[in-house]
């Protein structure tokens, strides 16, 4: 029994009508969900993904309006990374950037691999890695745009970067528990007296399947806010070894939510020793589970238990400007 790897980010957005434009409009990625979310259901829960809205290419937002800026440190999730198809594709976004006047890098190595670091709107620090022909999981598919070639386009969720003071505690928990094995190391890109960035990988490995850790001991503690990621979800396959999960996790007296249902996926959440949020979800019943593939995110989608409060529900949302 593995975590197959990435399953979705989430985080924390201020203004979700610019949100949308620049995950959308900038970045080409798809709107395959527009819900609530669900432990506060007077506020949006905007998810973008690939094609299909595959489970392992979503990032999602909450929107909250008027949320404070977010004071970077550790016990976080600093960095996001989107797959993108070869360093083709790198050259092409980088471009783009320039013309969109998004702030970025240069493309640098990372981990042995070509990327490209940019910000969005609220700072949101993002990385772009291409796979280059790299095996391990699979890409999602391609969402085409009038101005992003397919052979372009955003393919899946890359590495996420964990920022900690002390490594140790994550680390056990990430390969004790949870089954990552340690595949390597690289250079800190901000001094080279920082430690070594540990990489660990579940799965069959490779870009959508990789958690970095980075050790920070001279950083204050993250205060989140608007642009600063919530938690991230890594995915299990199935209902059958979601249970297994959770039994695994509460044998292990980790504090948890218990198994939540989300309609979408099985979610369960918990914070590791360095007060990192992790959900395990699973990859079924999927986002087309109450809607056509051809249509997702197009309305406003609840799940089943919420559904009979839809009209009180709509009442207290604001109006989102999705244009």
Known sequence: MELLGLHHVSILTGKAEDNYRFYTKVLGMRLVKKSVNQDDTTSYHLFYGDAKGNPGTELTFFDIPMLARTHPGVSSISATSLRVKDTEALQFWKQR????????????????????????????KVILVADNG????????????????????????????LTVADLKPTEKVLTGLMGFTHVGSYPSLISETLPDIEIYATGKGGTGAEVHLET???????????GGVHHVAFRVPDEKEYDVWAERIQQARI???????????????FRE????????????????????IESLGENLSLPPFLEPDREEIEAKLRPLDLS
């Not at 095996?135 to 955003?154: D, F, L, N, S």
């Not at 504090?255 to 959440?269: I, M, Q």
């Open 97 to 124: 950037f320039d013309e969109k006047r998004v702030e970025h890098g240069e493309i640098t190595q990372r981990a042995g691999r070509e990327t490209l670091a940019f910000e969005d709107t609220e700072g949101t």
């Open 134 to 161: 790299e095996t391990g999981v699979e890409p999602g598919e391609a969402w085409e745009t009038e101005e992003i070639p397919k052979q372009h386009a955003i393919v899946g969720l890359g590495p996420v970067t």
């Open 216 to 226: 920070r001991p001279d950083l204050p503690k993250e205060r989140i806010g608007r």
């Open 255 to 269: 504090p948890n939510s218990g198994k939540v249902d989300r309609h979408y996926f099985k979610a369960l959440y």
């Open 273 to 292: 020793p360095n007060g990192i949020l992790f959900e395990l979800s699973t990859d079924t019943p999927g986002f087309d589970v109450d809607e056509p």
